[in-house]
């Protein structure tokens, strides 16, 4: 009984096995033909009874294709619509690869390694600026920086104004792969920022705290500039930290 239980554990692990390695295949052929521009971005791909004929496969086995297209960049699998081909772009790897954090180390976590990626990028960023920005990239930050005095008070005008100044700095780099990142980390972060109390205090703050950013950046001190980015980057991650739970000690038992 043991044996024939083995068995069938070894022929359905194979069977999985096999159907697994049909659908890179298929994945594989439509793939090429997209590179190659045979399939158009944007063109419906063959319905599924189609696949199914051409690669003489099962529905299962072509669904399963055109997820492993997906997870590449490869096809737009939409609720509404038809599945057309995609073409991948940096975002949206790092997008994909984003959701896969989340889901292994949760999402607390892996906000404090976002966090943590944004500060690397952001501190190194604003060294370079200081040593070497034009002076069309000055202008730039100065009127990213005008934009958020401009948007104090208003929530969410002051967070695309704040994710536009931080981003006028890491542009200077001009890495689109930097620069892609940084968005992603950001947008995120800013749409997960619950209003504070006193908004309009807390928006003068940040506003100094970028005024003496870019101070450091036109006066080409790169450790002062690179000190108050960091000090600027924690101070705005420990003040979303949430908040341990306390205990009502009057309650307690004795």
């Given amino acids: 009984m043991l044996e024939d239980m083995t068995t069938f554990g ?19 052929a439509l793939v090429s033909e997209i590179k190659a521009g045979r399939i158009a971005v944007g063109e419906v791909l063959p319905s599924e009874r189609d696949l199914c004929e051409r690669f003489d496969s099962s529905r299962p086995t072509v669904r ?15 609720t509404t619509r ?13 997008l994909n690869a984003a959701g896969h954090i989340r889901d292994l180390v949760g999402d607390a976590e892996s906000g404090a390694y976002l966090e943590q990626i944004r500060q690397f990028i952001e501190v190194g960023a ?16 100065h ?12 929530l969410e005008r002051f967070k695309e104004a704040d994710q536009a100044f931080h981003r006028s ?23 997960q920022r619950a209003p504070m109390e006193d908004q309009r205090r807390h928006d ?17 001190d790169a450790e002062q500039a690179v000190a108050i980015m960091d000090a600027h980057l924690a101070r705005s991650y420990r003040a979303r930290v949430p908040q341990p739970k306390k205990l009502d000690l009057g309650q307690m038992p004795d």
């Fill in 10 to 28: 070894s022929l359905n692990s194979a069977n999985v096995q096999g159907k697994s390695r049909a659908a890179h295949a298929v994945a594989n």
């Fill in 64 to 78: 399963e294709a055109l997820v492993l297209m997906q997870q590449r960049g490869y096809a737009n699998l939409s």
């Fill in 82 to 94: 038809r599945p057309r081909a995609e073409k991948p772009s940096i975002e949206k790897i790092f």
């Fill in 126 to 141: 604003v060294r370079s600026v200081a040593q070497s920005a034009s002076a069309i990239k000055l202008a730039q930050i």
């Fill in 143 to 154: 009127g990213a920086l005008n934009a958020c005095y401009e948007a104090i008070g208003e």
């Fill in 169 to 191: 700095i890491v542009s200077v780099v001009e890495n689109p792969i930097i620069l892609t990142l940084h968005d992603m980390f950001v947008r995120t972060m800013l749409q």
């Fill in 204 to 220: 003068m703050m940040v506003y100094e705290e970028h005024r003496q950013i870019y101070e450091a950046i036109v006066n080409g």
